[in-house]
């Protein structure tokens, strides 16, 4: 009956961890970096390549707007897409305007910074993309 019970609370315990396993989120963090451009002091556009734990995911590339002292792991990014090469046209008045030609997954045009002195900007990003499947 001993030997019944710890060979019952085994499989239990073996069951849990693989539930675990299972059903934890994909975790993604930033590699590379592959963008860092300035658009007006203090701001600049900065883009990392990303590694995820999901072995079906795409390569993805992270996009964030950062004043000087920001640290990007804080950020929350406004662009994530296949496309390594994104490129920022025109900036300026706190207008951004940028082009893809990757796969989009997330992308937010309004856009809450804060600078150094703790002011907040306010930015609005423009997305041309010419993705084609």
Do not use: C
Request: aromatic share 14%.
């Amino acid at each position: 009956m001993k030997l019944l019970k710890i060979s019952f609370y085994s499989l239990l315990a073996l069951t849990a961890l693989f539930s675990v396993w299972l059903f934890m989120p994909a975790k993604v963090t930033l590699a590379q970096q592959v963008l860092d451009k300035s658009v007006g002091e203090p701001f600049s556009v900065i883009g990392y390549r990303t590694v995820s734990t999901d072995p079906e995911a795409d390569t993805q590339y992270h996009y964030f707007l950062a004043g000087s002292d920001d640290k990007v792991e804080d950020l929350e990014p406004f662009l994530v897409t296949t496309d390594p090469f994104v490129r920022v046209i025109e900036f300026g008045d706190n207008k951004l305007s940028i082009t893809s030609s990757g796969r989009i997954y997330s992308y937010h045009n309004d856009l809450w910074v804060e600078k150094d002195d703790g002011t907040i900007h306010h930015w609005y990003v423009s997305l041309q993309s010419q993705y084609v499947r």
